[in-house]
């Protein structure tokens, strides 16, 4: 690694030391940038890469609620807006007990590359709470989310920084939280937040759009080996709104989810999750308990393997980790680079460990996509969606799913095209990186020293 790039890595070493998951996103992405900080002496020069694995500011806030049974809870709640050079801050909000800070940090860091990725107007910012949604009753979550609003109102607006759903957080608790944004600020600001209800200024495709988005992306990548996604059979982990899309739009063009995960083990159908039958019941199965996947097994009369991930079966063409950071392991990566399988697309925020992510990239019989890319398509439509609120229109879903598949191709190619610039060929982990990097590098340049 390049001097300046080591020196950089070293200081986030020291700084995050307690963050682990920040360092080793850092780590990714630097991975990729030593020929473009070779090209570039003025980056070195202004010690821009210390500026940007830096946040713009972080908030912490104390989120306090009351239980059905009376009992008094504290959480803690964190906005990040980690870099705002090409647009608001943008980003999910996640609520999940694991949550502290090094995660919201590594989230907002890969939110400032993605949403660059997407060509539109929008900056890196991520939020969240170690609120642990599980269990809790409608009335339990509501009070939560307005107790969380009470305190993000204030760091937050539609030209500010626009928060959105992650893991723990969908059309019901941004729903409350807009009401309660609402309610505080007095103003109809429904720019404010993305992923909203239908009937107050959500819109049609952006649950289904990091699903779909992903599926568009890897039809280019499967262009570009001469080969198509007819007949295709994808494992992919989780069954949440990212699983479900990339489910539904495979099934529609003609390809197969045979493999799909959840907490409590894989589900192996090998008809596929393709009739509207099995794809309302995973609807279903995850609105009463998004904890276990064997109900489907069970249901449809297919093998469940307890306590188990599907990497490494055989009998599939492509891999999609869609379920959470650091699914994918370097024993995992080892059994999939066994069995055969070429695409590895990754789908989940850093679902795949450095150490396994580089071993797979090195397979020469396999060609690995970055989740900051695959996935952009979840924030893109959330950015469109901003653009409707702004116009007070309503676009239909036809309109935003031609605008998302657009992008998704676009994404690919500026990926394909950034590699190939810098001699490396077919690279679209580095490409989508360096791609990511240089409208934000060039955007913060351009606007000064800060
Ligand atoms: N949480 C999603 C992501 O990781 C979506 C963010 C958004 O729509 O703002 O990109």
């Known amino acids: 690694m390049n001097a300046y790039l080591a020196s950089v890595l070293e200081n986030v070493k020291t700084k995050h030391a307690g963050e682990p998951e920040f360092v080793q996103t850092v780590e990714e992405v630097f991975s990729s940038l030593e020929p473009v900080i070779e090209k570039h002496p003025e980056y ?15 908030f912490t806030f104390r989120v306090v609620w009351e239980d059905d049974n009376g009992k008094w809870h504290t959480n803690r709640g964190w906005r990040c807006q980690f870099n705002g050079a090409i647009g608001p801050y943008k980003g999910g909000l996640r609520f999940q007990k694991n949550v ?11 939110q400032t590359f993605k949403n660059s990725l997407t060509g539109l107007p929008i900056g890196g910012g991520k939020g969240g709470s170690d609120f ?17 609003m009470s305190a993000l109102y204030r760091y937050i607006g539609p030209d500010v ?21 609402r309610r505080l600020k007095g103003v109809w600001e429904n720019g404010v937040l ?10 049609l495709i952006r649950p289904e759009a990091t699903g779909y988005g992903a599926i568009y992306y890897l039809c280019e990548v499967l262009k570009h080996e001469n080969d198509s996604i007819e007949g295709k059979r994808i494992a992919t982990s989780g069954y949440g709104n990212v699983a479900w899309g990339i489910m539904k739009k495979a099934a529609e063009l003609g390809a197969k989810v045979t493999y799909f995960s959840g907490p409590d083990g894989y589900v192996h159908d090998p008809d596929g999750v393709i009739t509207e039958e099995k794809l309302n019941y995973i609807l279903e199965m995850r609105a009463t308990d998004p904890m276990h996947c064997k109900p489907y097994a069970d249901h ?8 188990a991930k599907p990497w490494g079966a055989t009998d599939v063409d492509i891999i999609m980790p869609a379920a959470t950071q650091n699914d994918v392991t370097m024993e995992s990566a080892e059994k999939i680079a066994a069995s055969g399988v070429k695409y590895y ?19 020469k019989h396999m060609i690995v996509a970055p989740s900051k890319a695959v996935n952009a398509g979840g924030v893109g439509v959330s950015a469109l969606e901003m653009s409707q609120n702004s116009e007070r229109l309503v676009w ?10 657009k992008m998704m191709i676009n994404i690919h190619k500026v990926s394909a095209e950034a590699a190939e610039q810098y001699g490396l060929g077919y690279d679209l982990v580095a490409g989508g990186n360096i791609a990511g990097f240089l409208k934000v590098a060039e955007a913060m340049l351009e606007q000064g020293c800060f």
């Open 44 to 58: 070195e020069k202004y010690d821009l890469l210390n500026r940007m694995v830096e946040p713009d500011r972080m």
């Open 100 to 110: 502290y800070e090094g995660i919201i940090k590594f989230l907002g860091f890969e």
């Open 132 to 148: 642990d949604p599980a269990g809790k009753s409608d009335a339990e979550v509501m009070r939560f989310c307005q107790a969380f």
């Open 161 to 181: 920084d626009v928060p959105a759903g992650d893991m723990g957080v969908g059309g019901r608790e941004i729903g409350y939280l807009f009401g309660q944004y």
């Open 194 to 203: 993305t992923g909203k209800g239908l009937s107050y200024g959500g819109s």
């Open 300 to 307: 449809f009369g297919c093998e469940f393997v307890e306590g």
């Open 345 to 363: 697309i990754e789908v989940a925020n850093m679902p795949t460990t450095n150490d396994a992510l580089n071993f797979l990239r090195a397979q």
């Open 396 to 405: 239909t879903a036809e309109e935003v799913d031609a605008q998302l598949k």
